[in-house]
């Protein structure tokens, strides 16, 4: 089975996503130029990150903040943490742990799911 990338779970301005983090005003600022399609590239860079096996998200999210094109510089870590739960309530990955705790908190693929 192939994973879709056509539609991100929800947008990045949704109380939901941001929900127990405190952003200033230049990553709100930031997070507030994002449209759909950036979006879907980073939650295309998250996915793209993971397989079967569980990974630390603290690594994930690291790891496509580098990869990241100049234009999200400004945004913050947690920006990326709150897509991945997105993601996670969308049943795209799964999780275990505590979400706000990225250094030990783990995700992988959902089952059944792979990386068009």
């Known amino acids: ?11 990045a301005t949704s ?15 930031a997070i507030a130029r994002l449209g759909e399609h950036d979006l879907l590239k980073i939650d295309r860079a ?3 990150s993971l397989g079967r096996e569980w990974k630390k998200a603290g690594f994930i ?3 496509v903040m580098i990869a990241a ?5 400004d945004l913050p870590e947690m920006f990326y943490a709150s897509r991945i739960r997105l993601l996670a309530d969308a049943s795209r ?8 705790a ?3 908190f783990e995700i992988r693929l959902a089952s059944g799911k792979g990386v068009a």
């Open 69 to 73: 094109p100049d234009e999200y510089e």
């Open 46 to 48: 998250i996915l793209s």
């Open 102 to 104: 990225l250094k030990t």
């Open 93 to 100: 990955i799964e999780t275990r742990g505590d979400a706000l």
């Open 1 to 11: 089975m192939t994973m879709s990338f056509e539609k991100s779970p929800v947008d």
């Open 15 to 29: 109380d939901a996503a941001m929900e127990g983090f405190a952003f200033d005003q230049e990553a709100r600022d």
């Open 61 to 63: 999210t690291a790891g």
